[in-house]
Structures are given as structure tokens and as C-alpha cells.
């Protein structure tokens, strides 16, 4: 048949999308992917469920749309607009490459569904200013015992300990994720781990929050942050009771944690946040814009020229929370890799100078710390090649995956 239209596969959904006024999108699911597309190109993807030519599917198209639509921009949509993962004839080499690699699910949704519908209940208004309050009154706390309690030096064990108190921050703030679908009835996936460019995480399974509206979207996004707030309050009240180093040592490594996934400059829950709250589907090409557009009016000292209001506010929240995000990691990474290398150096001094029975208990002291400043390092390392990622990526976003 000249000029066939491969067919759709039979499991995409085409969805109209709850996007900002006046911006018609759909939403395009399938394997737990999604993609936003305009309205001709959903037309498009709806007339190609069945076989055609582009001049058959043009036609009909034309006629979903109201408007008229040729068999040329039915195959420039096609080629320039449309994975061909949608369709048929697609294969697995075909789909663009994904960020998280190397995914495996830890627990299912089935599994952990009875304990979501028990974190559910605690998305209400009443718990949410209970549990804002709390943070406060406990974190508050928290900072006046830290900062009169006397130097401690923070051993191997007590590290661990802190790396075992923040997984678990982690996990809690995944069934947060997935615990907000329940609450609004999204589908959803399991809890599992992934590799994420070169930094092992835990991800949720949040697919079906693509078709909520855009609060209930932000509320899922926001579900992880609620949740490890939360647990940020349980760690806090322990730290104030007991003042176990591992503790503090837990509540600052999930305080900077919680400000990595807000920073919108990678697409983590921050970017999907302010991308849903303010109803922009692509906020890293609409930054990008706007900064353009006010780097242009200064230039020319034409403050007509500059964008609206509610742009600019857009830009000036982008700008200060990456800038807040930058300023705490270069501070709470640059004062851990500074401690770590000390700590590092003085172990194997140490060990040098033991007597024979000393020599194995030092040498293992100070090959723990090695291991954390590589920790460290790595993460540091990790760190930077996302961010250069993500900055590049603002001059050519085009992803629209969660």
C-alpha cells in the first residue's frame, strides 16, 4: 500500500491533558511511559488505529479536527512529532534511551497496597498542617540542641548508621509518591531501584498520575517531600531526646536530600511540581524563553519588551530555588569531603603508628573512612554530571517523561 501508515499499537491511550488555560495538550500512555503532544497530533495517533495512507488518515483527521490537515503534515508529524514506540511495527531499539536505568522492582503495588491506603489517610488537610507545625516546632529544637552541643567526632558505625536512617528517609518518600495515587485514585505501579544516569535511587511507579488534574498532579509530586517531612519530624524528636550523632548526622543528609529533589534544574519532584502548578508542560524550554526575552529587553533598556508577570515570577522562582540548591551542596558536600579527607589522613597516622595488636583494629578504621571519602567523591562526581546534563538539557528540552 503506498504511502501506509503503520497502526497504532492497541494499548495507547490518547488523553486530553489538564494543562494551563488555554494550552490544549493530550497525553499519550503506554508502557508506563507518556508523552504530550497537541491536539492535531492526537488526532493523528487516533486515526492511525486503523490502517490507512497518509492521504485516508489526513482526511479523517481533518474532519476530527475541523480544520484541514495534508498528507504532508500527517508524515512530517509522524517523523518529527510521534515515538515510533507507539506504533505496531515499533521494537524495543526503537524507544529513546531513558535516564533510569537497570530497573528492578523491589515491591509491587498489589504488595504495598494495603499499607498506601493506610498512608493515604494522612493526605488530608487537618494532618498536613499538624504535620507543618510539628516540623517546625521540631526542627527548631533540632537546630538549638545541635548547636550547644559539644564537638563530637562521628565514627565509622555512626556513619553507618546515618547512611541506614537515610535509606530509610528514601523509601518512605517513594510511598509517599505512590501513597498520593492511592489517595486520588491513579493508578500506580511497585517501589523499586534504579540507576539514574550514574547515582543508584529508588523510584515509584507513579504512571497514572498523568491523567489527574493539575493540583492532584502537583499533590502526587509533592507526596514524596510530605511524607519525608514527616519522617524528618520522627528523626528530629529522636535527636532531641537521645542526641545520637547518627541521628543529626540522618537529618542533615535528608534535609539536603529533600532540597536535591526540589532543585528544577534536574527533573526531579521540584520540576515536576512547578511544572504542574503553574500548568507549563516543558518549564525548562519556557525558562529558556523567558530568560531570553528579559536578557533582551535589559539589553535594549526597553521595559515593554519585557515578559509578563507571571513569567517573570516563574524565571525569579527558578533562579532562586537552583540557586539555594547550589549554595547548600557546594556548603554541606564541600564541609563533608573537607571532614572526610581529615578524618581520612589522621586514620591511616594513626594506624601507622599502632603497636602490632592496634595495627589490624586502625587499619580497618582507616580503610572505612577511605571508603566513605570515595562514597563522597562519587557522590560528588554524580552530582555534577547530572547537573551538566540538565543545564545543557535547557537549551534543547524535549522530554516530557515522568
Known sequence: MPNAVPCLR????????????GDCRFVVAVDDRHFLVSAAVAAVLEESRHPGTLVSIARRASARLGTPVSPQQVARLLREQVPQVLFERSSEADAPSA???FRRIIAGGDTLHPLLQVIARLFTRRWVVLFAALFLV????????????APDSTTSAQLAGAAVLTTLGVLVHELGHLAACVKYRASHG??????????PVFFAEVHGAWLLARRERA?????GLYMQGAYLVLLGATYVALGAPCVLAAIVCTHYLMLHTLNPV??????????????IHNLHQSVRRIAASAWHALCLGQATLLPPPRDLALLGGFVVAAGVYFA?????????????????????GSAAHMTAAGTAIGSLQAAGETVLLGALLFMAGGVAVLLA?????????????R
Open 10 to 21: 492497541a494499548d495507547v491511550a490518547v488523553r486530553p491533558f489538564d494543562a494551563a488555560d
Open 99 to 101: 535516564p533510569l536505568r
Open 138 to 149: 521540631v526542627e527548631s529544637a533540632v537546630a538549638a540542641r545541635a548547636l550547644t552541643a
Open 190 to 199: 511497585g517501589l523499586g531501584m534504579g540507576l539514574y544516569w550514574c547515582i
Open 219 to 223: 499533590a502526587v509530586d509533592a507526596g
Open 266 to 279: 534536574l527533573k526531579y519532584d521540584g520540576y515536576w511540581l512547578l511544572s504542574d502548578l503553574t500548568g
Open 328 to 348: 547548600y551542596t557546594l556548603a554541606v558536600l564541600g564541609t563533608a569531603l573537607a571532614n572526610a579527607f581529615a578524618r581520612t589522613v589522621e586514620s591511616w
Open 389 to 401: 546534563r540538565s543545564l545543557a538539557g535547557l537549551a534543547r528540552d524535549s522530554s516530557h517523561d
